[in-house]
T-cell receptor, first 113, second 113 residues
Framework: AQSVTQLGSHVSVSEGALVLLRCNYS??????LFWYVQYPNQGLQLLLKYTTGATLVKGINGFEAEFKKSETSFHLTKPSAHMSDAAEYFC???????????FGTGTRLQVFP | DAGITQSPRHKVTETGTPVTLRCHQTENHRYMYWYRQDPGHGLRLIHYSYGVKDTDKGEVSDGYSVSRSKTEDFLLTLESATSSQTSVYFCAITTGRYTGELFFGEGSRLTVL
């Protein structure tokens, strides 16, 4: 069965600092992995996804994530945080590579000036 | 904009009453999903649909039923609401099979007293 674990329910960084949000997955098949972002009072929107091919994937707003099979990880990074990055971030894995997604519990990112 | 509208956006009801949430899409997509979002649990799949009258259960389907008599509408019903069903409910669609990219509505906040 597939699952994801997000380490840290809250992460705080200063504006301009590196953002690192951690996600580890479990999957019995080669996984499809996703990061979604949720701004206050909104639905989720896709940041980036990994299906096959290049293990470093780039998404919107300067975010990127690297698929590391040996570590079963898919951590999300951004070199320099901006105030507008404050949101909740969800890692997800697809169930048997279908459109049914299993979401992590989320990490709330706070950015301080 | 995937043209997803959820109604009602906010509802307060009492234990034991029936509640129906509606998801309406304007783009004629086949695949639709209902998720609930709770603190500490992330998003969990309730039910999904691959077409008219083609629905199936997700991981937390107990106490919920769905119907899809038209492509554009996916209804979620709580036959007898309980306090444990207080949550934010999100409808989502995908534009193609196995893309993993979900487009979410803005959510329906349900409070069961």
């Amino acid at each position: 069965a597939q699952s994801v674990t997000q380490l840290g329910s809250h992460v705080s960084v200063s504006e301009g600092a590196l953002v690192l949000l951690r996600c580890n997955y479990s999957s019995s098949v080669p996984p499809y992995l996703f990061w979604y972002v949720q701004y206050p009072n909104q639905g989720l929107q896709l940041l980036l996804k990994y299906t096959t091919g290049a293990t470093l994937v780039k998404g919107i707003n300067g975010f990127e994530a690297e698929f590391k099979k040996s570590e079963t990880s898919f951590h999300l990074t951004k070199p320099s945080a901006h105030m507008s990055d404050a949101a909740e971030y969800f890692c997800a894995v697809s169930v048997g590579n279908t459109d049914k997604l299993i979401f992590g519990t989320g990490t709330r990112l706070q950015v301080f000036p | 904009d995937a043209g997803i509208t959820q109604s009602p956006r906010h509802k307060v009801t009492e234990t034991g009453t029936p509640v129906t949430l509606r998801c309406h899409q304007t783009e004629n997509h086949r695949y639709m999903y209902w998720y609930r979002q709770d603190p500490g649990h992330g998003l969990r799949l309730i039910h999904y649909s691959y077409g008219v009258k083609d629905t199936d259960k997700g991981e937390v389907s107990d106490g919920y039923s769905v119907s899809r008599s038209k492509t554009e509408d996916f209804l979620l019903t709580l036959e007898s609401a309980t306090s444990s069903q207080t949550s934010v409910y999100f409808c989502a669609i995908t534009t193609g099979r196995y893309t993993g990219e979900l487009f979410f509505g803005e959510g329906s906040r349900l409070t069961v007293l």
